[in-house]
């Protein structure tokens, strides 16, 4: 019988250690390329949708903000400091009857008459909305504290439909003297629902927490009753609801009297969020007309 050969072992399958360091130091090379060449584009797009996301919320609290301001009782605005604001929202608003309907004599039809009280009287024309019970009626405003004091408002306790020729609507309400009132016998209505607003930057500072969030709140708050003296700090937020958050900075300035006149008055509002250690700025202004 032949010897079997004896089989010398070959080199056995794997890495060498210098094949693993090797390995290790072009993949480090590699991470480290990546690093250097994508981690700024990564950041740059997080960075650009929190400033997106930040410029978003920041424009929908100021357009909230300027509706009420466009829409508020005229001369209603009352601001203690540049961090609040506060102001008498509308639902609607027209023109009531001044006068006995001579064209009519026997249609029954009822007129403010504002050298006495007034318990009903005719709306002429139509009404963007149609006033509910328990919403305030206002009437002329030229002085701002007139419509919290309540020398110039009442509430509505019912709402009906009058003779065609008559007008729209028939309101009847607490008994009231109101004033003369402007050209054109025109009237606010305040929903009951919300009464006087007071728009309130709370807490705002440019220190961050540890995640880089500002700690301020913006506040609207509602429904808490008329105040007849000017109010001399902004209040009490407990209760309000929550516009935005994350506030690092707020000013509010209202001029009543913008070019010396009455009629015209500017508010600007400017809101800065602050979200990881991002910022986003808005000022908005608008003119507030204050003829009753």
Request: glycine letters at 8%; a neutral charge; charged letters at 15%.
């Amino acid at each position: 019988m032949r010897p079997v050969p004896a089989v010398r072992p070959g080199p056995r399958p794997g890495f060498t250690l210098i094949e693993v360091i090797v390995a290790i130091v072009i993949f480090a090379a590699l991470g480290a390329t990546t690093a250097v060449f994508y981690r700024p584009a990564v950041e740059s797009f997080l960075g650009l949708r929190t400033r997106a996301a930040l410029v978003d919320e920041a424009d929908g609290a100021l357009r909230l903000m300027l509706r009420d301001v466009r829409s508020a009782v005229p001369n209603s605005i009352r601001s203690p400091d540049t961090s609040c604001f506060e102001l008498v929202p509308t639902r609607t608003g027209g023109r009531y009857r001044a006068g006995p309907d001579i064209a009519h004599p026997g249609d029954g039809a009822l007129w403010l008459d504002t050298s006495t009280t007034t318990t009903e009287f005719d709306v002429l024309g139509p009404l963007s909305a149609t006033p509910q019970v328990n919403d305030w009626l206002v009437v002329d405003n030229q002085n701002p504290d007139d419509v919290y004091s309540g020398s110039n408002r009442s509430v509505i306790r019912q709402v009906s439909t009058p003779p065609a020729s008559a007008g729209t609507l028939r309101l009847r309400v607490d008994t009231q003297q109101f004033p003369l009132g402007y050209d054109g016998g025109r009237f606010s209505v305040v929903p009951a629902s919300e009464g006087a607003v007071f728009y309130v930057c709370a807490g705002a500072s440019s220190t961050l927490d540890g995640r880089g969030d500002a700690p301020g709140v913006l506040y609207r708050l509602k429904n808490y009753g008329f105040n007849a003296s000017a109010p001399n700090a902004c209040p009490s937020t407990t209760g309000a609801a929550v516009v935005t958050r994350q506030v690092s900075a707020c000013r509010f300035v209202y001029t009543a009297n913008q070019a010396a006149t009455q009629q015209s008055g500017f508010i600007s509002v400017q809101i800065e969020l602050t979200r990881a250690n991002t910022r986003a700025s808005l000022t908005m202004g608008a003119h507030v007309m204050n003829v009753p």
